[in-house]
């Protein structure tokens, strides 16, 4: 009996340890590390322009940002649905962002934690347009990198769909090519950065905060 019993229960944790997605990302450890503690609370300084409305400093109407969900792409939604940036509680907060960043970008299909927060916390602060720019230069550099002449010619495309996170899975199997990529997109957020400053004066006050957010 005991043989039997032992015997299904391996059977029975081999089909969860099959059916269950190994080592999936995780928003919760996202929101709590990253997000959470560099999007701080509620502020409205009239000098971002995401505190705007028409995401521009003086267009539109000054509603400010709360933990980070602001004013030029959600002002419009909530206002609809009677409530405000200021008033949103932090659960609200966490689930538009696991709404609209980790999931609708496909994110929680990543395997590798550490790339799931880059990434997403990336898509958050850039904008999910800008993060797929900067992943196609963590792509070329990959593909630079190649031995392969073939896939040196054809990086996978730039775009959250379940094909690139499949992609980015399988390239990321090994410890070596997991870091290499991490560091990769780190090191291009702080270059972007850095290029964004030079360009655009006026976002100076906010260069330190980007940064120790993208090394923290």
């Known amino acids: 009996m005991t043989r039997l019993i032992r015997a299904v229960l391996a059977v029975t944790l081999l089909a969860l340890a099959t059916c269950s997605p190994a080592h999936a990302a995780d928003f919760a450890p996202i929101w709590k590390n990253t997000i959470k503690p560099h999007e701080g609370g509620y502020t409205a300084d009239r000098r971002d322009p995401g505190n705007w409305t028409g995401g521009k400093v003086g267009a539109g109407k000054l509603l400010g940002t709360n933990r980070g969900i602001a004013a030029n792409t959600y002002g419009v939604e909530l206002a609809r ?12 907060c966490a689930a538009l962002y696991e709404r609209d960043y980790f999931r609708r970008l496909n994110l929680h299909l990543l395997k590798s934690q550490g790339i799931a927060d880059e990434l997403t ?72 950065y850095v290029n964004l400053v030079k360009h655009k004066p006026s976002m100076n006050p906010f260069f330190v905060s980007w940064i120790d957010r993208t090394v923290d």
């Open 121 to 192: 916390d990336e898509a958050v602060n850039m904008g999910p347009a800008g993060a797929e720019r900067l992943l196609a230069k963590v792509f070329a550099e990959v593909a630079w990198a190649s031995r392969d002449s073939w896939f040196k010619s054809n990086p996978p495309p730039a775009r959250f769909t379940p094909a690139t996170i499949a992609w980015i899975n399988d390239y990321t199997k090994s410890r070596d090519n997991r870091v290499a990529f991490f560091n990769s997109i780190r090191m291009k957020r702080v270059a972007f």
């Open 81 to 92: 649905h009677g409530k405000t940036i200021k008033g949103l509680s932090e659960a609200e």
